[in-house]
């Protein structure tokens, strides 16, 4: 089943939507939500990471600020 993850950072600020599906994070790609969870266990909050995702057919990338940790919801 498809897990979600309480991302580390603010959704708004960093611009994503509902929809939007992260295909990179911190320079690790994204295929399941314990990438990021693993990519988020040697960071601190206010460090920045660049996010890569998907909007429909377009990729973008934003620049984002970590507030704390990867919680998973279950």
């Known amino acids: 089943g498809v897990q979600t993850c309480a991302l ?3 959704a708004a600020k960093a611009g994503l939507q509902v929809d ?3 295909v990179e994070f911190a320079g690790k790609a994204v295929t399941e ?3 990021i969870n693993n990519s988020v266990l040697d960071k ?4 920045k990471v660049k ?8 990729t973008k990338e934003v620049e984002v600020t970590l507030l ?3 919680f998973m919801i279950r």
Do not use: A, V, W
């Open 8 to 10: 580390p950072i603010s």
């Open 20 to 22: 939007d599906i992260i």
């Open 33 to 35: 939500m314990e990438d």
């Open 44 to 47: 601190k909050p206010n460090d």
């Open 51 to 58: 996010l890569k995702y998907k909007r429909g057919s377009e």
């Open 68 to 70: 704390g940790e990867c």
